[in-house]
């Protein structure tokens, strides 16, 4: 891990691994968006408001996932003191929060024709809105580390990443937990509930808004390393 804590080490992996990460993860989105949009079938009970799941299922997969990042970040941080550990939670946390506003909202859009409301108080739902509000607070914490000069977080801010990460197993588990309007776990290692029609699609979305996710967390990491190298040497300058 510290093999890519100097700054100038990173940038000259994360430059190329962007492009190569964004263009192939855009392609995947809109091949798997188009394939769900034309070529598979409207399920028998949900008719054509099931495709959303194409944008839904992803977005909730890292909304959960991107949190997880910033846990391990916050833990690098605080165990290994990597200098870069804070740099990739602050540039986790925005893409974080609005795949978890799309996963609600699509959420939200896709229950009101199959369940009757926009909104339920049920454990899935409850607990990722949870998770918004955990996003927002980090990303708080962050500016304000930033504003106090820190390069990545501090260490209350990674501290409050790892108590928020006790969410995830809730989030996960909380169709198995409580009886719910939600649907329980679609898929699992012992394989899904899924038409296989409909199913494929979904892999090519999931994969590509993941490949998307990490060219925008290392497009973050590099304007976040720039922006830290500017003030610097605007603070050498204000002191010479």
Same mark, same amino acid.
């Given at each position: 891990?510290?093999?890519? $804590? *100097?700054? $100038? ?5 994360? /430059? ?5 990460l ?6 995947l ?9 034309l070529?598979?079938?409207?399920d028998?009970? @949900?008719?054509?408001?099931v495709r ?6 992803p ?5 959960? =996932? =991107?949190?997880?990042?910033? &846990?391990?970040?916050?833990?690098? @941080?605080?165990?290994?003191r990597?200098?870069?550990?804070g740099v990739a ?9 609005l ?13 009101r024709?199959?369940? =009757?409301?926009?909104?339920?108080w049920?454990?899935?739902?409850t607990?990722?809105?949870?998770? !918004?509000?955990?996003?927002l607070?980090y990303?708080a914490?962050a ?5 106090d000069? @820190?390069?990545?977080?501090s260490?209350?801010?990674a ?5 928020g &990460?006790? *969410?995830?197993?809730?989030? *996960?588990?909380?169709?198995v937990w409580? *009886?719910? #309007?939600? @649907? ?5 290692? /012992?394989?899904?509930s899924?038409?296989?029609?409909? #199913? ?5 979305t #999931?994969?590509?808004f ?7 967390? !290392?497009m ?8 830290n190298k500017?003030?610097a040497r605007?603070?050498?300058?204000a002191?010479?």
């Amino acid at each position: 891990m510290h093999r890519f $804590a *100097n700054p $100038a080490r990173f940038l000259k992996i994360a /430059r190329p691994l962007t492009g190569w990460l964004f263009w192939p993860g855009l392609a995947l989105i809109l091949a798997g968006a188009a394939c769900g949009l034309l070529l598979t079938p409207a399920d028998y009970l @949900q008719g054509d408001t099931v495709r959303i799941l194409y944008i839904h299922v992803p977005a909730a997969w890292l909304g959960m =996932g =991107g949190w997880a990042g910033i &846990a391990i970040a916050a833990l690098m @941080q605080l165990v290994w003191r990597h200098p870069l550990a804070g740099v990739a939670g602050r540039a986790i946390a925005a893409p974080g929060a609005l795949f978890t506003a799309i996963c609600l909202a699509t959420g939200s859009i896709w229950g009101r024709p199959t369940w =009757g409301t926009w909104w339920e108080w049920d454990g899935r739902m409850t607990s990722m809105l949870v998770l !918004l509000f955990l996003y927002l607070g980090y990303i708080a914490l962050a500016s304000a580390s930033a504003r106090d000069g @820190q390069a990545g977080v501090s260490s209350v801010t990674a501290i409050f990443a790892l108590v928020g &990460a006790v *969410n995830i197993p809730i989030i *996960n588990r909380s169709v198995v937990w409580w *009886n719910s #309007l939600h @649907q329980g776990p679609s898929i699992t290692l /012992r394989g899904s509930s899924i038409e296989g029609s409909l #199913l494929w699609p979904l892999a090519l979305t #999931l994969l590509g808004f993941s490949l998307w996710f990490g060219a925008i967390v !290392l497009m973050r990491m590099r304007a976040i390393l720039a922006q830290n190298k500017v003030e610097a040497r605007l603070q050498r300058l204000a002191r010479g």
